[in-house]
């Protein structure tokens, strides 16, 4: 069964980069698209793209701009980067992937970590 | 974007009742629609997918129904352990993927 941890820092500055990592476990990285969803406290889910082993990714139009997924297949990781971010970008973020390679939806999920921008 | 919206937004049942709850995609979905369950402080659940199956583990007490623009998750015999918030989310036309608003399902 595939388990995945996310880590990161936790406050971020505004304007600045946010950069999480996803810990992949009980599964090949190699396998999978391997993706991030973010939730602002309260609010609902809000799918922020994924990725695969090769370097094929897929982003939200909306994030497109700001995003850059990649995959350490040495460590079994992915991450994301997310930069200039404002207080918008305060959110809950989970990393995810689904059952079947190339699902659409989600099966695993991390516990997500959430990061706060602030000054 | 594929607008995903759910109804109602905060449901109140007695246990061993039933619910349901109502998504509606802004254009058809084909049957490319699943369900989550989220309890507070955890990553949601997936509980369906395909807009009818079941995934592993899943009680038969939840089932999804519907195709195009018009889905239901029904919860049949509510129990405690129900409470919680149910996402619709949409993987026809992407990107993006897209979810529903949520519906809070409180048990009396």
């Known amino acids: 069964q595939v388990q995945l941890q996310e880590s990161g820092p936790g406050l971020v500055k505004p304007s600045e980069t946010l950069s999480l990592t996803c810990t992949v476990s009980g599964g090949s990285i190699t396998s999978y698209y391997w993706s991030w969803i973010r939730q602002p406290a309260g609010k609902g889910l809000e799918w922020i793209g994924r990725m695969y082993s090769s370097g094929s990714t897929n982003y939200n139009p909306s994030l497109k701009s700001r995003v850059t997924m990649s995959i350490d297949t040495s460590k079994n990781q992915f991450s994301l980067k997310l930069n200039s971010v404002t207080a918008a970008d305060t959110a809950v973020y989970y990393c995810?992937?689904?059952?079947?390679?190339?699902?659409?939806?989600?099966?695993?999920w991390g516990q997500g970590t959430l990061v706060t921008v602030t000054s | 974007e594929i607008v995903m919206t759910q109804s109602p937004a905060t449901l109140s049942v007695s246990p061993g009742e039933g619910a349901s709850v109502s998504c509606r995609a802004s254009q058809s979905v084909s049957s490319n629609l699943a369900w989550y369950q989220q309890k507070p402080g955890q990553a949601p659940r997936l509980l369906i997918y395909?807009?009818?199956t079941r995934a592993t583990g899943i009680p038969a007490r939840f089932s999804g129904s519907g195709s195009g623009t018009d889905f239901t998750l029904t919860i049949s015999r509510l129990q405690s352990e129900d409470s919680a918030v149910y996402y619709c989310?949409?993987?026809?036309?992407?990107?993006?993927?897209?979810f529903g608003g949520g519906t809070k399902v409180e048990i009396k």
């Open positions: 995810a992937t689904g059952r079947i390679w190339s699902s659409l939806y989600y099966d695993y």
């Open positions: 989310q949409q993987y026809n036309n992407w990107p993006p993927l897209t």
């Open positions: 395909g807009a009818s």
